[in-house]
């Protein structure tokens, strides 16, 4: 039996091309290599033949209006992109570290549940959002810099995202420089600097003379 991307994947995937007629498919994938053989992999197909997963290159298309498309559909079991996952099981939009040896920086991977690999529903068609899914999404994504105008409230959000996360770590840095500053200056305080006293110096060895014995005599006297 011939392997073949599964429907909902299928029509995800018919939708990106016909949004983005002339994006770029190089890393664009579905059956696995054979490194993906020997491994357990969406990329592999199953026994009637699917295959549950689609990577999707990121150049020539609206990344983040497919991703916010995916997390919504019915069909999305986990999504890989840029050294992050999100996944149905702790929950669609909210990111986590990826530690696999792929960091998904030229694609996004888009991966299935069995039980809706065949769902008819649309992909693209249906991205409306309410602000504060999008506010959660770009607040769990992390440090977003979008690159595209912002005239869209989602660009307008990550592009304010980045700014204040920018503007954070320009305080902080502020911040360490000044207390590395008041560090040098307590340890001067605390360690002064000895004085040198130049003992060739014959007005230096008299007035040192002079205060010894102003010394004793002030001591002897009580």
């Known amino acids: 039996m011939g392997w ?24 664009d994938g579905t059956i696995g290599d054979a490194a993906h053989q020997n491994t357990k992999s ?5 026994p009637d033949g699917s295959v549950d997963a689609w990577d999707m290159d990121v150049d020539g298309v609206n990344v983040w209006e497919c991703i916010r498309a995916a997390i919504r559909h019915e069909s999305i079991q986990y999504i ?38 065949r769902s008819t529903k649309p992909w693209l068609g249906e991205i409306d959002m309410r602000l504060s899914d999008k506010v959660r999404l770009f607040a769990n994504y992390g440090d977003v810099k979008y690159s595209n105008p912002t005239t869209t409230v989602e660009g307008v959000l990550a592009s304010t995202n980045y700014y204040v996360l920018q503007t954070r770590n320009s305080l902080t840095a502020r911040v360490t420089r000044i207390e590395q500053k008041i560090e040098a200056l307590a340890e001067k305080l605390t360690k002064p600097t000895p ?26 006297s009580d």
């Not at 995800?12 to 190089?26: C, I, M």
């Not at 702790?90 to 696999?100: A, D, F, I, N, P």
């Open 42 to 46: 969406d990329h592999n197909p199953d």
């Open 80 to 117: 890989i992109y840029n050294r992050r996952i999100t996944s149905r099981t702790w929950g669609l939009g909210k990111w986590r570290t990826y530690k696999g040896s792929n960091p998904h920086t030229k694609h996004v991977h888009f991966n299935t549940r069995p039980s809706h690999e």
């Open 4 to 27: 073949y991307l599964n429907p909902a994947l299928t029509r995800f995937r018919a939708e990106v091309n016909a949004r983005w007629p002339h994006r770029d498919k190089t890393s």
């Open 195 to 220: 004085v040198v006293i130049d003992i060739s110096d014959p007005a230096v060895l008299d007035a040192l003379a002079k205060a010894v014995a102003d010394e004793l005599h002030s001591r002897l």
